[in-house]
């Protein structure tokens, strides 16, 4: 029986990019299906994004540096190159996207490109015209898609999501769940390869 995950997480963290690509690695070893739970960390940040250095200006250029070279090393052990946004994005479009992608069953590979965009391309994920370019190049309907979101289509699932991140006591991203068994923040590779290993052996049941 494969594990069926779920993960919490949203497109503005680093940190959910790393853990996405890390769990997408180990898809082929265990057979599980990724079941995305748009989860918007940042909903006060304007709808038209907002510059690095705005946020948190308390923090000085060193200390930036320092935590997005820590990113940059984490993203490195699972073949990722990430540079930090220049522009800080409102996700809820993006997260809402991700809904359309879905049910056209394209979600994980939107999810990659929309991660790609922000964090190696530095686009601005929270506008609807990009989200459109960046749907037409996996395959998806750009105008449907801009239509979706214009009519406020996949707001409900968002507020769905955030419920049931609640109801579960997620206040941080990225969370995955193995059943009821909640893992927060992004893992290496092998470690989460490790937990992966002793969930499928306690779903199998004890060996004879």
């Given at each position: 029986?494969?594990?069926?995950?779920?993960?919490?997480?949203?497109?503005?963290?680093?940190?959910?990019?790393?853990?996405?690509?890390?769990?997408?690695?180990?898809?082929?070893?265990?057979?599980?299906?990724?079941?995305?739970?748009?989860?918007q960390?940042?909903?006060?940040?304007?709808?038209?994004g907002?510059?690095?250095q705005?946020?948190?200006?308390?923090?000085?250029?060193?200390?930036?540096?320092?935590?997005?070279?820590?990113?940059?090393?984490?993203?490195?052990?699972?073949?990722?190159?990430?540079?930090?946004?220049?522009?800080?994005?409102?996700?809820?479009?993006?997260?809402?996207?991700?809904?359309?992608?879905?049910?056209?069953?394209?979600?994980?590979?939107?999810e990659?490109?929309?991660?790609?965009?922000?964090?190696?391309?530095?686009?601005?994920i929270?506008?609807?015209?990009?989200?459109?370019e960046?749907?037409?190049?996996t395959?998806?309907?750009g105008?449907?898609?801009?239509?979706?979101?214009?009519?406020?289509?996949?707001?409900?699932?968002?507020?769905?999501?955030?419920?049931?991140?609640?109801?579960?006591?997620?206040?941080?991203?990225?969370?995955?769940?193995?059943?009821?068994?909640?893992?927060v923040?992004?893992?290496?590779?092998?470690?989460?390869?490790?937990?992966l290993?002793?969930?499928?052996?306690?779903?199998?049941?004890?060996?004879?």
């Amino acid at each position: 029986m494969a594990p069926s995950l779920i993960m919490f997480a949203d497109f503005i963290c680093p940190f959910c990019y790393i853990g996405f690509e890390t769990v997408r690695r180990l898809q082929p070893e265990f057979g599980f299906d990724i079941e995305w739970k748009g989860f918007q960390i940042h909903p006060e940040w304007p709808a038209e994004g907002m510059s690095a250095q705005a946020y948190r200006p308390a923090i000085d250029a060193e200390t930036r540096r320092a935590v997005w070279q820590r990113i940059a090393a984490l993203g490195e052990a699972v073949g990722l190159e990430l540079k930090p946004p220049e522009l800080l994005a409102n996700s809820r479009s993006a997260l809402e996207a991700a809904e359309f992608a879905r049910e056209f069953g394209k979600a994980e590979v939107f999810e990659d490109r929309i991660f790609r965009a922000y964090f190696r391309e530095n686009l601005n994920i929270g506008s609807s015209g990009v989200l459109a370019e960046l749907a037409a190049e996996t395959g998806l309907d750009g105008k449907e898609l801009i239509l979706a979101l214009e009519s406020g289509r996949y707001r409900n699932r968002l507020q769905e999501n955030a419920v049931a991140a609640q109801q579960r006591g997620v206040d941080g991203v990225p969370t995955f769940f193995l059943g009821d068994y909640p893992l927060v923040g992004a893992q290496s590779e092998q470690v989460m390869r490790q937990i992966l290993q002793r969930y499928v052996q306690r779903l199998a049941g004890p060996s004879k």
